[in-house]
């Protein structure tokens, strides 16, 4: 079993950064690849952006390219999501999530952050 723990998020302002983060307890062949997703209000859980321990490949999804960007630390397990040019549109409960392979789907992981909330006012 793997743990992933967030941290980060919060209330801030258009055009503000944050940096998410998502200690996993271990690295494992089940989770080889971590993602950030989030879910607003109202709409189904979208891939924000996605990464490999190996390689350190990325993907993001075309909402967020150029505003965003994940990282990781092998050494401390943990990967990021900073976040700059926030937009309103960005507010969101955000997931980290850790599965084998990286995808665009939130079934094709398996373990989850336990969510947090990012707001960016007007």
């Known amino acids: 079993q793997v743990q992933l723990v967030q941290s980060g998020g919060g209330l801030v302002q258009a055009g503000d950064s944050l940096r998410l983060s998502c200690a996993a307890s271990?690295?494992?062949?089940?989770?080889?690849?971590m993602a950030w997703f989030r879910q607003a209000p109202g709409k189904e859980r979208e891939f924000a952006a996605s990464?490999?321990?190996?390689?350190?490949?990325?993907y993001y999804a075309d909402s967020v390219k150029g505003r965003f960007t994940i990282s990781r630390d092998n050494a401390k397990n943990t990967v990021y999501l900073q976040m700059n040019s926030l937009k309103p549109e960005d507010t969101a409960v955000y997931y980290c999530a850790g599965g084998p392979r990286q995808s665009n789907y939130p079934t094709a992981y398996d373990f989850w952050g336990q969510g947090t909330q990012v707001t960016v006012s007007s």
């Open positions: 990464i490999s321990w190996i390689g350190g490949d990325t």
């Open positions: 271990r690295r494992t062949y089940s989770t080889n690849a």
